[in-house]
């Protein structure tokens, strides 16, 4: 079964420091595309960075990049010079087959200025 | 920009009573998906659609049903509301990367 795992439901950074969101998950995908998702408070679900499975370069976004490892299949976020909106739900979301997704049950991110 | 549009943010309805919950995207995408959003549950796919007229079921389709008679358009139906159907539920579009609505917050009394 498709699986995945965010194991820190709340994290904290200080402003402008650097966080690592982690995510583990299970697929019997071969070839696919991964997600991170950032929910702000009673706001939508927007789409933070992707990461395509087949390419061993890691996705970068501005201050937002991952370290994906697909033997391990990690697919971690970092977060470089946190920002006060960068307070927010995030989910991980590998896929579930194809062309659908699992979500994590998401880690909540305190800025702290 | 892809845009997803959810026919209410808030609504109220009664036990017992049928629901519709409307989602219409403007990118041509051929999959929809609808999921419902739970504290500490994170989102769980209620059903998805990837063709007009197909449907798949997702991991809680029970007490849903959904339609989607042309492309634009997926409809989730609460066929006899339940207290334990009050959630976010949140639609979405892929052909690709998935987005969302903004969702709709249903409460059940």
């Known amino acids: 079964a498709q699986t995945v795992t965010q194991s820190q439901p709340e994290m904290s950074v200080q402003e402008a420091e650097t966080v690592t969101l982690s995510c583990t998950y299970d697929?019997?995908?071969?070839?696919?595309?991964l997600f991170w998702y950032k929910q702000p408070p009673s706001r939508q679900m927007i789409l933070v960075i992707r990461?395509?499975?087949?390419?061993?370069q890691n996705a970068t976004e501005n201050r937002f990049s991952v370290n994906f490892q697909k033997a391990a299949k990690s697919f971690s976020l970092k977060i470089s010079d946190s920002q006060l909106g960068d307070a927010a739900m995030y989910f991980c979301?590998?896929?579930?087959?194809?062309?659908?997704?699992?979500f994590g049950t998401g880690t909540r991110l305190k800025v702290l200025a | 920009d892809v845009k997803v549009t959810q026919s209410s943010r808030y609504l109220v309805k009664r036990t017992g009573e049928k629901v519709f919950l409307e989602c219409v995207q403007d990118m041509d995408h051929e999959n929809m998906f609808w999921y419902r959003q739970d504290p500490g549950l994170g989102l769980r796919l209620i059903y998805f659609?990837?063709?007009?007229?197909?449907?798949e079921k997702g991991d809680i389709p029970e007490g849903y049903s959904v339609s989607r008679e042309k492309k634009e358009r997926f409809s989730l139906i609460l066929e006899s509301a339940s207290t334990n159907q009050t959630s976010m539920y949140l639609c979405?579009?892929?052909?690709?990367?998935?987005?969302f609505g903004p969702g709709t917050r249903l409460t059940v009394t």
């Open positions: 697929t019997s995908e071969s070839d696919y595309y």
């Open positions: 979301a590998p896929p579930s087959g194809t062309y659908k997704y699992i």
């Open positions: 659609s990837y063709d007009v007229k197909m449907k």
């Open positions: 990461q395509e499975a087949y390419k061993q």
């Open positions: 979405a579009s892929s052909q690709g990367p998935i987005y």
